[in-house]
């Protein structure tokens, strides 16, 4: 009973059927991607800490947990529409009415019997039926949440990752910078000395310096936080990492291009978009069962017995009886609760359907956005690295033009700090171009393929 499950709507069929994504510029190709996404970033060490996650992570088994559970209420469902048998044995007394006396003229007997029983319920407008299709997607629903805490997780442990390196490049140039503005607090003092400067010109070096010295201080905070959230993300616990990620390295460099598939794989491939669709599924056939409920069941019940006044009628085959009763149940006035379980089914279908209908505008709305922003951050990391390599060839140029007296040392100090800010300013720009590229990958629904439980 009730309406048959012939698929998900089609949500957004204009971007499934265009074939490529509106925001996608010249770096990304419309090539499948891998689900291992972040071996394109070449570093062995984030690999590694994957691998862990994907084996460790408390979050991660606390979802497939979930997916044990829900196959477990399968079970259940589908043992519903098999026959039950039991066994029982009874030995004791019977008080018998007057009327009946025993034999011998006693009030009471002792009675032998052990006998068996089966029962089964006729699905005859398929509501267990129903109830095993409902069990079956919410466990398909549990599996593609599991597979959706994987992609989450994977790109966390390489967002953290890439936030680390960042911060040990950062924090080695902060250490240059700091060593730089002593230098300039010692010429400021020099000159103060001699009557060439204000002692506002001192003060302002101090404070500088003051700041320089503040930003690193802040840099290895943010390393060790770093370092400890990915130790928890992987399932140990903080400080377990301190050795593996103690030698700095370079933030990951983004490969040339990036392949991201379609829309439509998209729209397959993404695990909250399954499990919204299983979701769906399921509301779908509860639905039926609750129309089905409303209608009359049949189902029959047997017994075979042996059974006496003696242990030994227990066991004869010439005490053997039988009963077979089938049985017809039709709740035909239940005060409107039936009717109103179905149209609270409805409302629950309906919801569904919102819902699926919600999560493939976003899933695509993430992905938009994420390509947008990825592009954006390629460009401004290219401006990057021309405002460094200018600024480090003008320092080398003042530094030049000291050497042969032309220029005074505070302005080659002035040249060096900028050299290093414009240092400070790429590695944020690296680091907030590979964090863009971890985002399209969580976007597209990657990171979950070689993170299922074994079945």
Known sequence: MGPNWHGAPAAAPDAAAR?????????VTPAPPVAQWWQALGD???????????????????????????RAALSVAKAAQLPTVGVSAVAGDVSLPGALLSRN??????????DFQASWEVDLFGANRRRTESARDRAAAADASAADVAVSLSAEVARVYVELRAEQASAAVLDRQVACDEDVLRHARDRFAGGTVADQSVDSARSTL???????????????ADADQLAVLIGQEPGALDSLIATPAPVPNVPATVAVGDPARLLRHRPDIRA???????????????????????????????????????????????????????????GGRGAAQVRAARGALAEADATYRSKVLSALDDAEGALTRFGAARRAYGHAVEQREAAEHLAGLQAGRAA???????????????????????????????TDFIAVEKALGLGWDNAQPQK
């Open 105 to 114: 003229g006693r009030l009471s007997e002792q009675v032998y019997g052990d």
């Open 44 to 70: 062995p060490v984030l690999d590694d800490l994957e691998r862990r996650a994907l084996a460790g992570s408390p979050d991660l088994a606390a979802a497939r947990a979930r997916i044990d559970s829900a």
């Open 19 to 27: 074939g490529h994504f509106v925001r996608a510029d010249e770096a």
């Open 404 to 434: 042969g007296g032309t220029l005074a040392r505070a302005d080659v100090l002035t040249a060096d700090r900028q050299a290093l800010r414009a240092q400070l300013g790429t590695v944020s720009a690296q680091a907030q171009l590979t």
């Open 210 to 224: 003051a700041q320089s010295k503040s930003d690193l201080s802040d840099s290895r905070a943010r390393i060790a």
């Open 276 to 334: 919204a669709e299983n979701q769906l599924a399921a509301a779908n056939a509860d639905l039926g069962a609750r129309i089905a409920d409303r209608l009359p069941t049949i189902s029959f019940t047997g017994i075979l017995g042996l059974g006496g006044t003696s242990v030994g009628d227990a066991f004869s085959p010439s005490t053997l009886i039988g009963l077979i009763a089938p049985q017809i149940k039709w709740n035909a006035f239940d």
